[in-house]
C-alpha cells in the first residue's frame, strides 16, 4: 500500500534544533499522520546526523555533501514513493495534528500542488509566510535600503501581501518554504526543486513552475507550525548575503529575462555601496566606531565579491 505522507528534513550544522523538529515528527509518525521520516543532512560537522539516528528508530538519516537546500530536499523527495510530501526546515516544531490537517486539506482540493501553515516564531509572533511573485523592480524596494526608508512602500507591502488578511484560507503565489506540503502527482509533472538555487528563492521558483503546469498554492493559518527563522543561514552572515541576493538576481532572469536580471544587479551593488557609505559617515563621526569598523569590512567583502554566491 503506498503510504500517505513522509517527511524530508534537510539539515546543516543545527544539531539541536534538528532534534527537537524530530521528537515532534516521531510523535507524528507514532500517531499515523507520517509515514517516514528521512533526514538529508548536508555535510554538518555538529553531530546533527548521530543525533538524528538517536531520535528515533524509524528514521533514515542520509549524509551528503551540501550542494544547496533543493538538492538535499530532492534527494530526500527520490526516496519517498508517498502519495504527499511534507518538506520541511530542521528550525521547524510540528505541533500534534498539523499534518493531518494539511493532508486532509490537500485531499479536499485536488487542483493544488502545495499547501502550506501559518508560521510562528518561538515567542509566538507571526512569521509572514506568503508572497506575491516578485515583480521585476521588486529587489529594489525589498529588503533595500528603500525599504528601510519607505517601509510601507507600495512595492513591499503589494509583495508581501499586507493587503490581504493572513487569517483566512486562501491561493497565494508562493509560500515560504519552511513546511510545504507538497503533491506527488505535481512533483511528477513540474519535477522537484530547480538545484541551481542554493539556499534562498528555489520554493519561490517552485510554485512559480507548479503554477505554470496549472496547479495550485494554498495557504492554510488554521494550522500553524513554529519556526525558528533563520537558523542554519545566520550562522554565515556574509554567505548569507551573497546567497540572498545572488538567487534574487537569478530568479528575476528565470522570470523577466537577462535585461532585469542586470538592472536588479546593479541595484543590489548600488545598495551596498549607500550601505557601506552610511557605515563609513558614522564612524568618521565616532558613532560606535568598533560596531561601524565591522560593518564596514561586512559591505566592502560584499562589493569585492559581487552579486555572486559566497
Known sequence: MTPKVDAVVVSYNVRDLLVECLASLVVAQAAGEIARIVVIDNGSSDGSADAARRAGPNIQVV???????????NAGIARSDAEYVLVLNPDTVIPAGSIATLTAWLDAHPSHAVVGPRLRRPDGSIQSSRRRFPRPWTPIFESSVIEEWWPRNPV???????????????????????????????????????????????????????????????????????????????????????????????????????????????????????????ESAKWLLGNRRQLRMERMRFYAAALRRGVRRG
Do not use: K
Open 156 to 278: 513591499a507591502t503589494s509583495y508581501h501581501l499586507s493587503d490581504r488578511s493572513d487569517d483566512v484560507v486562501q491561493d497565494v503565489d508562493w509560500i515560504v518554504g519552511a513546511a510545504m506540503l507538497v503533491r506527488r502527482a505535481a512533483l511528477e509533472q513540474a519535477g522537484g526543486f530547480d538545484e541551481s538555487f542554493r539556499m534562498y528563492a528555489e520554493e519561490v521558483e517552485w510554485c512559480w513552475r507548479f503554477q505554470r503546469h496549472g496547479w495550485r498554492v494554498g495557504f492554510v493559518p488554521t494550522t500553524e507550525i513554529v519556526h525558528h527563522e533563520g537558523a542554519s543561514a545566520a550562522q554565515d552572515l556574509p554567505r548569507r548575503l551573497a546567497e540572498f541576493n545572488a538567487s534574487r538576481v537569478q530568479l528575476t532572469g528565470r522570470l523577466y529575462g537577462r535585461r532585469w536580471e542586470s538592472v536588479v544587479r546593479v541595484a543590489i551593488l548600488l545598495d551596498y555601496v549607500i550601505r557601506l557609505s552610511r
Open 63 to 73: 549524509e551528503a555533501e551540501n550542494h544547496g537546500y533543493g538538492a538535499g530536499a
